[in-house]
């Protein structure tokens, strides 16, 4: 006897909501229908649902996400990178409080030991004609990041490599929700054939159809709401085996369109907006924002990171600035509008031989007009690089705030954590490092201001 087993499945939606109603719809009508025809479906996300360069997740610390997903009846879900690095330890500790649904994390754990009573390494889900199916998931090992939240990881792939053949014997389909990226995925499929299926995400891969390795299937769903996936799963329960085994994707924005959909996100944005329009500081003048030149407003921000820092000099693009400061009452959604970024700051142990090659490095002439996309930027261009409190004389001597350097010091430099992963800066990533979290740069600014234009 042959039983048929629907799983939908999304990843990497990055709260971009434009096509989550008419999503969303679909597949609880085609969960309605599967159900009159006696088949079993289950409906998973694979992280990095919430993302709070977005207004409503920022105001809502991600339970407006948890309140989304709990409306659309999700069966299991496993966090990203933007669940668990860009959330303090108790506001992801407390995030899933109010969740209809299972969380799923093998690899983390609270540095204290205590954990949130949604942390689960592993369920057991058990379809109507009694298959059951064990679900593992594994997120992003960004350790260093945890360790600063105090939570700790395990390695993901041997967690979930123990995890598979300990189910293996006590469930009759395994399936894993993977934030890991595909080249993980591939190297988890080419180890473990134990493994049914691997629901992908993290590196926003796009397979229409799945992809087959070693006999697992592989998912990719993209990014930014832009697909939901159908794997259809055909089960002998007979021989105790899966016969087959498929994906398909289903481009959202060719899904049949939702009564007043607009207005539903619409209303999301709006309600971001009410609660995000706090004031938190009054200025006297507006403060100039510029992608290829020193600003009023890098100015600012740039006393505001050494003070948070205390280091000794600072780096950063001026496309971060997505807008300037403006004169009068300054709210929580201005700050908002000019760093959305999901960005922290980090300090920078370096030589003054290090300090001279970075400074260089940052004359590039073409990186101000890169138009960078990911490693938590959210602007439009990457803009010039703007150095504080370092430079160099004509002799190529390095000055430390206008004096020559301490050749046998070790100076700190503050910078973006975007420069720390080797993308623009190689040295950076084996450098020694303190990231500064959980602060966005929009708290930063926030705490300085709050202080600096009430003197």
Not at 141 to 161: C, G, I, K, N, P
Not at 238 to 249: E, Q, S, T
Not at 296 to 303: I, M
Not at 320 to 346: E, S
């Amino acid at each position: 006897m042959l039983e048929k087993i629907h799983i939908f499945h999304t990843n990497d939606l990055h709260s971009h909501f434009k096509y989550w109603p008419r999503m969303q719809s679909y597949v609880k009508e085609q969960r309605k229908k599967l159900e009159k025809l006696g088949e079993t479906s289950y409906l998973f996300d694979v992280g990095d649902h919430l993302d709070r360069s977005n207004v409503y997740t920022d105001a809502t610390v991600g339970k407006g996400n948890v309140q989304l997903l709990n409306e659309a009846h999700y069966d299991v879900v496993t966090i990203g990178n933007n669940e668990g690095i860009t959330l303090s330890h108790q506001e992801l500790f407390h995030l899933y409080n109010d969740a209809k649904f299972e969380v799923v994390v093998a690899n983390l754990y609270a540095a204290d030991g205590n954990n949130p009573a949604w942390l689960k390494p592993y369920i057991v889900l058990t379809t109507e004609q009694g298959t059951k199916l064990g679900v593992i998931a594994a997120t992003a090992m960004f350790e260093v990041y945890y360790e600063e939240l105090d939570w700790q990881m395990d390695e993901a792939r041997s967690t979930l490599l123990r995890l598979a053949h300990q189910l293996r014997k006590e469930v009759d389909i395994v399936v894993c929700l993977s934030h890991l990226g595909i080249t993980e995925d591939e190297l988890l499929a080419e180890e473990c054939p134990e493994i049914d299926v691997i629901f992908g995400s993290h590196t926003h891969h796009v397979f229409p159809e799945g992809k087959y390795i070693n006999g697992v299937l592989l998912t990719g769903g993209g990014k930014f709401g832009q697909y939901i996936g159908h794997v259809t799963i055909m089960y002998d329960k007979k021989i105790k085996k899966v016969v087959k085994k498929m994906d398909m994707l289903m481009h959202n924005k060719d899904l049949p369109i939702v009564q007043n959909e607009q207005d539903i996100v619409q209303f999301l944005e709006d309600e971001g907006k009410r609660i995000l329009n706090t004031p938190v500081f009054i200025t006297e003048k507006s403060y100039n924002k510029e992608w290829f030149h020193y600003s009023q407003l890098s100015d600012l921000f740039a006393h505001a990171i050494l003070e948070k820092s205390g280091a000794d000099c600072a780096l950063f693009n001026a496309g971060i600035f997505l807008d300037g400061l403006p004169k009068g009452t300054v709210t929580a959604l201005d700050l908002h509008r000019i760093f959305p970024h999901p960005i922290n700051l980090c300090t920078i142990e370096l030589s003054v031989t290090e300090m001279k090659e970075i400074y260089l490095q940052s004359k590039n002439e073409e990186w101000p007009y890169i138009e960078l996309k990911g490693l938590g930027f959210r602007g439009v261009i990457f803009g010039k690089i703007l150095t504080y409190g370092f430079s160099m004389n004509d002799d190529r001597q390095l000055l430390m705030n206008g004096k020559l350097a301490d050749q046998d010091r070790i100076y700190k430099l503050v910078t973006l954590d975007l420069f720390t992963f080797g993308y623009f800066y190689p040295s950076f990533k084996y450098a020694k490092k303190q990231y500064i979290l959980p602060d966005f740069l929009r708290n930063i600014m926030r705490d300085y201001g709050q202080r600096f234009f009430q003197q």
